[in-house]
C-alpha cells in the first residue's frame, strides 16, 4: 500500500471583535514535495492604519510522533522547537505564514491550534491544522473544512465571566476525557479529568477566581476528537 495523508482544518473558531486590526486570512491546505512536505499557508493582514505588534502562537493539539518535524514560518522560518513569535506588522502590510509538516514515512496524526494575538488589544484569531499519515487504499484526499456544527459541541457560560463558568459537554462518546485551560502564550494553567458514563448532555462546573483578566482556551480531548474554545475572563 502507498502511504499517504489526508489533510484537515478547521477554519476560525474564534471570532475577532469588528474592531480588530488584522485579519488571519486562512488558505487551502497542499501537498508539496513527492508526498513528503505538507503545508497550511494563511495571510496575516495588518488592516489599520497603525504599526501591530502581533504574535503568533502554536499549541499541539493532538501530540505527532516524535519522528515528525513541525515547523511554523512567519516572515522567517522558524526552527521546530519555536511555539511562539513576535512580529511586527506595518499599515497595510501583509505577512506570508505557513505551517509545514514533514511525517517522514512514520504513520500517525498531528493536530496543531495556531493563534494570531494583537499584543496591544489582545483580540486573537485562531485556526487548526491537522494530518493524518499513513498506509491506505487511496492515492491521496483533502476534506473539506469541518463546518460549525462538527466542532461546537462546547457551550461555556457566562462568557465572558468574573469568576467561574460552566462548561456544556453535549452527545459526547462515553469514556474518559482530559480538560485543560490554556492561555494565550500556550501555557496550560488548569487541568482536571472527567468519565461520561453516556452520550446526554453534562455541565462541568470551572472556577476561575485564581486567573487575571484575559482570554483563555478551554480545550476538551477524548474519544478520538479535541475541541477548543474560548473563554474571556474580566476582573
Excluded at 462568557?159 to 480538560?179: C, E, K, R, W
Excluded at 483578566?213 to 480545550?219: A, I, R
Aim: charge should be negative; hydrophobic fraction near 40%; glycine fraction near 6%.
Amino acid at each position: 500500500m502507498r502511504r499517504v495523508a489526508i489533510l484537515f482544518f478547521v477554519l476560525s473558531l474564534i471570532t475577532v471583535s469588528a474592531e480588530s486590526r488584522f485579519v488571519f486570512d486562512h488558505q487551502d491546505s497542499s501537498i508539496t514535495g513527492l508526498g513528503e512536505f505538507y503545508q497550511f499557508e494563511a495571510f496575516i493582514i495588518n488592516t489599520s492604519d497603525d504599526t501591530l505588534q502581533l504574535t503568533a502562537n502554536r499549541i499541539s493539539l493532538a501530540e505527532a510522533p516524535l519522528e515528525w518535524s513541525c515547523s511554523m514560518c512567519v516572515v522567517y522560518c522558524l526552527p521546530p522547537f519555536i511555539d511562539v513569535y513576535d512580529f511586527t506588522l506595518n499599515p497595510g502590510d501583509s505577512a506570508w505564514f505557513s505551517l509545514d509538516v514533514y511525517p517522514f514515512e512514520t504513520d500517525g496524526t498531528g493536530v496543531w491550534s495556531i493563534t494570531i494575538i494583537d499584543s496591544s488589544t489582545m483580540d486573537a484569531d485562531t485556526a487548526q491544522y491537522g494530518v493524518t499519515y499513513g498506509s491506505t487504499g487511496i492515492q491521496s484526499e483533502t476534506t473539506q473544512p469541518m463546518t460549525p456544527q462538527d466542532i461546537e459541541l462546547l457551550n461555556l457560560f457566562p462568557n465572558p465571566t468574573n469568576a467561574s463558568f460552566t462548561l456544556t459537554l453535549d452527545q459526547m462518546i462515553p469514556g474518559d476525557y482530559n480538560l485543560s485551560l490554556f492561555d494565550l502564550l500556550g501555557h496550560e494553567v488548569d487541568r482536571r479529568a472527567i468519565h461520561i458514563s453516556h452520550s446526554t448532555r453534562q455541565n462541568v462546573s470551572w472556577d476561575a477566581n485564581a486567573l487575571s483578566s484575559g482570554n483563555y482556551f478551554v480545550q476538551v480531548r477524548g474519544g478520538g476528537k479535541v475541541w477548543l474554545q474560548q473563554i474571556t475572563i474580566v476582573k
